[in-house]
């Protein structure tokens, strides 16, 4: 299984070969929209169902469900490994004979999350007393790791860039931080007036420097006194495989990137934003990314430059990261 070969017509990109088995037949074209604004992808309980196949894709899935007060959802994880991650409110997860509780957060600007890894071939409950917002990122997975919770405060956190480019970033389920067998996750928060995903980079060859990841971009948009806020998402391609898409995004968006450059991810003056990144591809958890080089001189302008105050909050493990 592997990533596609696409091309783009407009903001939707037109999927030529795909990996065998997959419903669309070798050869034949699909439109894939990279865009999918909030509710497009709806099926109560699910806010959000996005799966390998509605993606047109092989390997990453993202589910957001939402409980009312004492709203349980039971569900099989089939052959992916999930994590289940509060973006508000707490929550109760069933798992393999164990129950973990998850505080979870009144918001995702509150800061980092617990969070419930569950493996594949496993039935799991989720229960919240209180009701809320739970995202599911998922991967398929060849190996099955132990049903587990992760604390809060022991999942590392960075400061990445400088100056109008300063972002906080959770890395949650990525490669040296959490184990598992593909899925990749992390959070990033993006004061207002401030780009991340910047420089922009792709992940989309294999190489020295460089792994195929599928990823998704999730996001969610601080309000403002006029109503809910917004935020802009780029994605471009090579002149050998292109792809284009500059997207006004909003809370319950999410983008899909299945090659090609991504970012900057634009937050416009008086609106914060939140996205949650969900990665995976055929080589296993290598995060390995190049910056446009046409853009990286960037990262040097950053030795000049402070960290913005806003995120001046101290990380857990007091580190300042590279991208």
């Not at 070969?5 to 070969?17: H, I």
């Not at 050869?27 to 169902?49: F, I, N, Q, T, Y």
């Not at 190996?143 to 400061?159: I, N």
Request: with cysteine; glycine share 12%; charged share 20%.
């Amino acid at each position: 299984m592997g990533l596609w070969e696409v091309g783009s017509v407009g903001t939707e990109v037109v999927v030529k070969d795909g990996p065998s088995g997959h419903p669309t037949q070798v050869g034949a074209a699909a439109r894939v929209d990279l865009h999918r604004p909030a509710g497009a992808l709806a099926s109560p309980p699910w806010a959000l169902e996005l799966t390998q196949g509605s993606a047109q894709w092989s390997w990453v899935s993202l589910r957001v469900l939402e409980l009312e007060p004492g709203g349980v959802h039971e569900l099989e994880s089939g052959d992916e490994e999930l994590v289940v991650l509060p973006l508000t409110g707490s929550c109760e997860v069933s798992c393999d004979g164990e129950t973990e509780s998850l505080t979870g957060r009144p918001d995702v600007f509150a800061g980092p999350t617990d969070f419930a890894y569950v493996p594949r071939d496993a039935r799991l409950e989720i229960f919240s007393e209180h009701g809320g917002r739970f995202a599911l990122p998922g991967a398929l997975a060849r190996a099955r790791f132990p049903f587990r919770r992760q604390p809060g405060e022991c999942t590392p956190v960075e400061l990445r860039g400088a100056g109008r480019a300063s972002r906080r970033v959770v890395n949650y389920c990525m490669a040296g931080t959490f184990d598992a067998d593909h899925l990749l996750v992390c959070e990033v928060v993006t004061p207002s007036g401030n780009w991340s995903s910047y420089p922009p980079h792709k992940h989309d060859t294999a190489g020295p420097g460089e792994a195929p990841l599928e990823e998704v971009y999730y996001f969610e948009v601080a309000d403002g006194p006029g109503g809910p806020g917004f935020a802009y998402q780029q994605v471009y391609g090579t002149e050998d495989r292109p792809i284009e898409l500059l997207a006004r995004v909003g809370t319950g968006d999410v983008v899909l990137v299945p090659h090609g450059y991504h970012g900057p991810s634009m937050a416009p003056p008086g609106y914060d934003l939140y996205y949650l990144n969900v990665m995976a591809g055929p080589l296993g958890r290598q995060w390995l990314a190049c910056d446009d080089p046409r853009h990286a001189w960037i990262r040097d302008t950053w030795e000049d430059q402070y960290v913005d105050q806003r995120l001046a909050a101290s990380t857990a493990d007091g580190r300042r990261g590279e991208r």
